[in-house]
């Protein structure tokens, strides 16, 4: 229950009740903030002894019957002051101690000595019933900067002995408890410095660069602009880091990561993302002209030679560009563009950026798809090989016939060879159908050599195929002769050639 309140809130404060061996009742605090790094929950809490302000108030209800014998032993300041007059009717020795006897002068020299003026207590007093018929009880933090001491005050109204209605206000010191915060926000910076940012450069680290990605894309829409998001790799970064050591490799991150901060805007985002890579968010963009123009100038600020320890290092950036709107998706998925973007730049020879395209990564896409889907076509044997007749018109006879491939697709019907062998051109699918092809149509071939048909089968292969050093010892190695207990395979059909036979013995 506590844990998840407090990865709810992030922050919270929390009163707790023990008891001692002795059986009397002590009270903390507890001041508590969450974060989350790494994928590990992180808690710091700081306890605090708050048995004295409990003590505190509970004089409060005994006020009420006008024991003011037992604000004498309350461990703070305590004094009663008239709702009307604001004369002081009663201190405790607290406030005698520190400023003297007060009674019959005005609140605010009760516990603020030298103020000039009606105290924060007068000031909203409104705030209290005067008739005591709804009377809340009010609460204030008070810093007094002469002697750097902080009070918590708590008012509330009473009954006097006279009948009338009165205002208590108890003080009671909580210098430790507010450097304690000061401590506590001190550890949250820390915790926080180590779950969005990089502990190296100081820039932000993929979370936080994410989360920022994510809330920008809404910015951008509803401004009509659009924004760059921008994966940059170091070029020649792992010389340095391999030649010259890890120390020198980190300082010259840090130099990096302050051009990069130097040349864009404090709109604009940088994220160290692990090794010498960055990611960049570049708010704002009207056009890809002007995103280009800010990258040139990134690119310039970047290439300035750097001076290490005495000595002169050259390094460039290859960055890859994709842009919102015109690429949709998530931030992992512009991201991952922009670094198939990044790796472009770099074939072409790095120390420049290249704009991913997203109708070309479209067709890239549907390529890599329809080459899978040839793939497990093969494997379902849904290739199918038909045989077209070589005819001797001078004899009348049929000579031989040609294998050629087909696919039968079960939702577009039966597709020729133009329609999917440009596609695996080059591929190692390309490999793999060539040897399906020949080794079905010598086996079909073998087929009818036995029953009698004395055919020259021609066989399409691609020169790629027949590149390959093993091709001819693999070829050999493919049957010859037919297997009578094995029907002819699936798929092997020669229905023109039985046509035209039927034909002329007719």
Same mark, same amino acid.
């Given at each position: 229950?506590?844990? @998840?309140?407090?990865?709810?809130?992030?922050?919270?404060?929390?009163?707790?009740?023990?008891?001692?061996?002795?059986g009397?009742?002590?009270?903390?605090?507890?001041?508590?903030?969450?974060?989350? =790094?790494? /994928?590990? +929950?992180s808690? &710091?809490?700081?306890?605090?002894?708050?048995?004295?302000?409990?003590?505190?108030?509970?004089?409060?209800?005994?006020? =009420?019957?006008?024991?003011?014998?037992?604000? +004498?032993?309350?461990?703070?300041? &305590?004094y009663?002051?008239? #709702?009307?007059?604001?004369?002081?009717?009663?201190?405790?020795?607290?406030?005698?101690?520190r400023? /003297?006897?007060?009674?019959?002068?005005?609140?605010?020299?009760?516990?603020?000595?030298?103020?000039?003026?009606p105290?924060?207590?007068?000031?909203?007093?409104?705030?209290?019933?005067?008739?005591?018929?709804?009377?809340?009880t009010?609460?204030?933090?008070?810093?007094?900067?002469?002697?750097?001491?902080?009070?918590?005050?708590?008012?509330r109204?009473?009954?006097?002995?006279?009948?009338? $209605?009165v205002?208590?206000?108890?003080?009671?010191?909580?210098?430790?408890? #507010?450097r304690?915060e000061? *401590?506590l926000?001190?550890?949250?910076?820390?915790?926080?410095?180590?779950?969005?940012y990089?502990?190296?450069?100081?820039?932000?680290?993929? @979370?936080?660069?994410?989360?920022?990605?994510?809330?920008?894309?809404?910015?951008? %829409?509803?401004?009509?602009?659009?924004?760059?998001?921008? $994966?940059?790799?170091?070029?020649?970064?792992?010389?340095?880091?391999?030649?010259?050591?890890?120390e020198?490799?980190?300082?010259?991150?840090?130099?990096?990561?302050?051009?990069?901060?130097?040349?864009?805007?404090?709109e604009?985002?940088?994220?160290?993302?692990?090794? %010498?890579?960055?990611?960049?968010l570049?708010?704002?963009?009207?056009?890809?002209?002007?995103c280009?123009?800010?990258?040139d100038?990134?690119?310039?600020?970047?290439?300035?030679? $750097?001076?290490?320890d005495?000595?002169?290092?050259? &390094?460039? *950036?290859?960055?890859?560009?994709t842009? $919102?709107?015109?690429d949709?998706?998530?931030?992992?998925?512009?991201?991952?563009?922009?670094?198939?973007?990044?790796?472009?730049?770099?074939?072409?020879?790095?120390?420049?950026?290249?704009?991913?395209?997203?109708v070309?990564?479209?067709?890239?896409?549907?390529?890599?798809?329809?080459i899978?889907?040839?793939?497990?076509?093969?494997?379902?044997?849904?290739?199918?090989?038909?045989?077209?007749?070589?005819? +001797?018109?001078?004899?009348?006879r049929?000579?031989?016939?040609?294998a050629?491939?087909?696919?039968?697709?079960?939702?577009?019907?039966?597709?020729?060879? =133009? #329609?999917?062998?440009?596609?695996?051109?080059?591929h190692?699918?390309?490999?793999?159908?060539?040897w399906?092809?020949?080794?079905?149509?010598?086996?079909?071939?073998?087929?009818?050599?036995?029953?009698?048909?004395?055919?020259?089968?021609?066989?399409?292969?691609?020169?790629?195929?027949?590149?390959?050093?093993?091709?001819?010892?693999?070829?050999?190695?493919?049957?010859?002769?037919? +297997?009578?207990?094995?029907? *002819?395979?699936?798929?092997?059909?020669?229905?023109?050639?039985?046509?035209?036979? =039927?034909?002329?013995?007719?």
């Open positions: 229950m506590f844990l @998840r309140k407090l990865r709810e809130k992030g922050r919270i404060t929390i009163e707790d009740c023990g008891h001692h061996r002795n009397k009742p002590y009270y903390v605090e507890i001041n508590a903030h969450y974060a989350r =790094n790494e /994928g590990q +929950d808690i &710091v809490a700081i306890y605090r002894d708050i048995s004295e302000r409990k003590q505190s108030e509970l004089a409060l209800h005994e006020a =009420n019957q006008r024991f003011t014998a037992v604000l +004498d032993g309350i461990d703070a300041a &305590v009663v002051a008239d #709702m009307d007059t604001y004369e002081v009717l009663y201190v405790n020795p607290k406030i005698r101690n400023v /003297g006897d007060v009674v019959g002068k005005k609140c605010w020299q009760a516990i603020r000595q030298g103020q000039s003026g105290c924060e207590f007068c000031t909203n007093g409104k705030l209290l019933d005067r008739k005591g018929e709804t009377a809340r009010y609460t204030w933090d008070y810093h007094d900067t002469a002697n750097n001491q902080w009070f918590h005050c708590t008012d109204a009473i009954p006097w002995d006279d009948g009338r $209605y205002r208590l206000e108890v003080a009671t010191d909580i210098t430790d408890r #507010m304690d000061k *401590a926000k001190k550890a949250h910076q820390q915790l926080e410095l180590l779950a969005y990089d502990p190296l450069t100081k820039l932000a680290n993929r @979370r936080l660069f994410i989360d920022h990605l994510s809330r920008s894309f809404a910015r951008a %829409d509803r401004k009509k602009t659009k924004l760059a998001v921008c $994966y940059l790799d170091l070029d020649g970064f792992k010389e340095v880091n391999d030649s010259l050591g890890h020198l490799g980190d300082k010259l991150l840090k130099q990096v990561s302050e051009r990069l901060l130097n040349t864009l805007r404090g604009d985002l940088v994220a160290r993302w692990g090794g %010498d890579e960055f990611a960049l570049i708010n704002g963009q009207h056009d890809e002209q002007t280009a123009t800010t990258l100038r990134l690119s310039s600020a970047l290439a300035v030679p $750097y001076e290490l005495g000595c002169v290092f050259h &390094v460039t *950036a290859s960055i890859g560009v842009v $919102y709107p015109q949709q998706g998530d931030p992992d998925t512009l991201l991952r563009h922009a670094d198939q973007a990044m790796y472009l730049a770099k074939q072409r020879g790095r120390n420049q950026y290249y704009f991913f395209d997203p070309q990564d479209r067709r890239v896409h549907a390529r890599r798809e329809y899978s889907r040839i793939a497990e076509a093969i494997e379902k044997e849904e290739l199918q090989l038909f045989y077209q007749p070589k005819v +001797d018109m001078v004899r009348g049929i000579f031989g016939a040609e050629l491939v087909r696919w039968q697709h079960p939702e577009q019907g039966l597709l020729p060879p =133009n #329609m999917f062998l440009p596609l695996i051109e080059g190692r699918l390309q490999y793999a159908l060539d399906w092809v020949l080794r079905t149509a010598i086996r079909q071939a073998a087929l009818w050599h036995a029953d009698g048909l004395d055919l020259v089968v021609g066989i399409n292969v691609s020169p790629s195929t027949i590149q390959y050093p093993d091709f001819t010892s693999q070829l050999m190695q493919l049957p010859k002769s037919p +297997d009578r207990g094995i029907s *002819a395979p699936e798929g092997c059909q020669y229905p023109l050639i039985s046509a035209w036979l =039927n034909c002329r013995q007719r």
